[in-house]
């Protein structure tokens, strides 16, 4: 529960208890969340001492720059004097827990990082309120709160794109294989019973995946999740690329979510509200999202290699803020009454932020009413001459660097309001940090600069 003053509420510690109850198996508790740069930090607690921690009402304290730093390092605050002082709590959001796919002796929870906490319960057994300003997960929860008061519902489901590359065990090298958009030969290659052990490891914990496919660029993949309230959509996305991850690591296979060529690999959001007056209210709402568009590049389109996505004629997202129905070209296409596909982002987004965002700005664009100036648009914005475009009211294009998309957030006064300027501008500084990191790697389309990408995505 989020209250006015940005204070949260936690329950449901006794569902714990239940889970503990019937997964007698459990020995370990992960305790997860997940930092700026979209790095997903844990600490592996014995069950024993996580049951005392809960007993005595305290939380795990730990380092309070654990959403700044890139992989041991902590970046821009050499000569702060007050860098080693400090600490946050994670607070287990119960609603979250699920045993660790794969690992049925480990069960996990997506934590807030919060701030101030006692270290004796101020309210009961069952109920705590904290403060967590710089948690990406506590702004997510505040914005469907906001979205709550339009008396609007929303769910979330996500197609992942991912590239996968066989190796031969004894010489090291690539095994080529046939690729064809949907086809069955390419996934009956050696992918099919892969796939089939990823989804099946989801579905045992609770994540409901749609369908896999072949997808249109050589050796990529994609896996399709199905609808959920937006903070569980976010947390299950989580899971479904590590439960990824570890299967195709398992099977010597290499998996990218590399959003740079070849494969280009996008994480497409499909996004739908259910309420009261929706066919009165929806377009406001889109009109909201796409009035901060470029401001929400900042957390869809983090990396330079990100914007190789955005050259238009490439069925991804496109040059231009637009919309269109069933249209591949657009940054949003819409699918139907109330059901949109956001196409912005690939799997290096700090997707806690952007979705947060998202809602918020349609919100924003209910309650002021906003009116929808872009139409339907049913072409290629690039392929079309200047006078075309503005016969659906195309004028503006995407950012096209992630420095751009960041001075367009930090200017953008709906976005300051719902963050707050101390989560925006230290994400913004994280943020350019690795981006200058990356740099310092090599040249961009280079070897080492895509392993060292490939390895942090």
Known sequence: MNLPDGTLTITGREGFTTFIKKQLQVRFVHLQWVDYTNTVRVRVLT??????????????????????????????????????????????????????????????????????????????????????PTCPRRALGQAISRLKQFGLDSRVGFELEFGCKQTRCDTGQVKEQVHQSSGLRALESFMLPVLCSITDALE??????????????????????????????????????ETARRVCRHQKIDLTFNPSPPAINGLHMNLSITGPETEILEDYFLAGILAHIKALCAFALVRPESYDRTVAGQWCTGRYV??????????VRKRRSCLWELRVTDAAAQMYLFVAGVLISGAAGIRNKTKLTLLDCPADPALL??????????????????????????????????????????YVAVQEAFNKQLENVGPKGSDARRDWLTARI
């Open 47 to 132: 069950l024993r001492h996580f049951q005392n921690l809960l007993q005595l009402g305290q939380h795990l304290a730990v380092c309070r720059h654990y959403l700044s730093l890139i992989d041991i390092a902590l970046p821009f605050t050499d000569r702060d004097p007050e860098r080693p002082s400090g600490q946050c709590y994670l607070i287990p959001d119960f609603d979250s827990l699920r045993l660790h796919p794969g690992h049925d002796e480990q069960a996990a929870i997506f934590c807030y990082f919060g701030q101030g906490i006692p270290s004796e319960p101020s309210l009961s057994a069952i109920s705590l309120s904290f403060k967590a």
């Open 322 to 331: 637009a919309w269109g129905t069933e249209n591949r070209e657009l940054v």
């Open 385 to 426: 001459s200047a006078d075309d475009r503005m016969q659906y009211g195309i004028e503006d294009e995407l950012p096209s660097s992630p420095s751009e998309a960041f001075r367009a957030l930090l200017k953008n006064r709906l976005m300051v309001e719902h963050f707050g300027e101390e989560l925006l501008t230290t």
């Open 204 to 241: 045992s914990v609770g994540v409901p995946i749609e369908q896999f496919h072949c997808e249109g660029s050589e050796n990529a993949y994609e896996l399709v999740t199905g609808p959920l309230p937006p903070l569980e959509a976010v947390d299950s996305l989580t899971t479904s690329k």
